[in-house]
């Protein structure tokens, strides 16, 4: 194919996919964001952290802010037996933040929720 | 019966789709950009990382605008669900932008990328024999400067992130507040806490605007 054929295919590309994104971006498609912070505070961490089954990218500098889609998602660590131990749970509502601090020293790593809600123990709330 | 919408309303309600669109465009930029990689030239993810940084920085006066529009409403409001009505445009707003430079944002993410190339040229160029040593010194140089500007750029988008982090908590604990006084019948008090809110967000804006406007996008 010519460069300019490449350029024109490409071009088209990008237009699906962006108007594909701007329909998945429509305000029903809610999202929020979750803030981890982590103590003590490192440059990076090694711990790895899970949101769900995905790892995330190791924390810099004591904090994240992720972007995430509304829902309850449960925060994870390596466990000591390789499976993933659940740490806590993390409700994300729409357009705000649920904090969530993670102590990094002890095993397994323990979370301390900003807002806890009124009724649940280990579920950090926005 | 509609009632009809006062003009920063409206305003704010024109931009939003805008605002919207761009933090949109934003996140599926990275994978427009992954795709060009293998065709566009070395030095792309540095160049695309800036192309994104001034795309954003465009933004910023956009921002401003609807604050302090938002902000004029909220002051001259005397009716709390309104005023709670902005808050909430506001938290939209301020969330769509955050999207881009949050850490798993495109932004935030093609800073890394580009500070991952830029990584491995150096690494690649100490040990390249096909450069007079001038040249390959030359070369060095001149990525080393790029690494300063980019880690430079990386570094002012964390606090700029940091500020926006702030401005939605501020916004998400004073809604939370707002609600908890209506619930017990304190409308005035809920008015005095909303006046005091739009001076802490005319303040936090104040510093976006300079934080933001004050990021220099390396190679430029």
Redesign the interface.
């Known amino acids: 194919m010519s460069a300019a054929g490449r350029r024109v295919f490409g071009l088209a590309v990008s237009v699906v996919i962006v108007a594909a994104a701007i329909a998945a971006c429509r305000p029903n498609g809610d999202t929020g964001y979750v803030e981890i912070k982590t103590v003590p505070n490192a440059p990076v961490i090694s711990t790895a952290l899970y949101i769900d089954s995905a790892k995330l990218a190791p924390i810099r500098k004591g904090t994240a802010i992720l972007r995430q889609s509304t829902g309850t998602f449960k925060l994870q660590a390596d466990g000591a037996s390789g499976a993933l131990a659940q740490l806590c749970e993390i409700v994300v509502a729409r357009n705000r933040i649920t904090t969530v601090t993670v102590s990094v020293l002890e095993r397994p790593p323990r979370c301390q929720c900003r807002n806890s809600g009124a009724d649940a123990a280990h579920t950090c709330v926005s | 019966m509609m009632t009809r919408l006062p003009a920063p309303i409206q305003a704010i309600e024109a931009r939003f789709p805008a605002v ?2 761009f ?3 934003l ?2 930029s990275t ?2 950009g992954r ?2 990689d293998a ?1 566009t030239s070395a030095a792309s993810p540095v160049e695309a990382f800036s192309e994104q940084l001034e795309a954003f920085q465009k933004s910023v006066p956009d921002l401003n605008k609807s604050i302090e529009d938002s902000a004029g409403t909220i002051d001259s409001a005397t009716d709390v669900e309104k005023a709670r009505a902005e808050i ?1 445009r506001l ?2 707003t ?2 769509a932008l ?2 881009a430079v ?4 495109p932004v935030s993410q093609l800073g890394a990328k580009a500070l991952d190339h830029i990584h491995g040229k150096l690494r690649a160029l100490a040990q390249d024999n096909r450069f007079k040593p001038e040249e390959r010194q030359f070369l060095i140089e001149q990525w080393k400067k790029l690494e300063v500007q980019t880690e430079g750029a990386t570094k002012e988008l ?1 606090d700029a ?1 940091a500020q926006f ?1 702030g401005l ?2 501020t916004l ?1 604990d004073n809604e939370d507040f707002i609600g908890e006084l209506l619930e017990i019948r304190q409308a005035e008090k809920a008015l005095e806490v909303i006046r005091q809110l739009t001076h802490e967000i005319r303040d936090a804006s104040s510093q976006l605007n300079k934080l933001i406007g004050g990021i220099k996008p390396p190679g430029t």
């Open positions: 919207l669109l933090a949109c465009a996140i599926v994978d427009v795709a060009a065709t909430g938290k939209e301020v969330s955050l999207g949050s850490d798993n944002g964390d992130r982090v939605l908590h998400q």
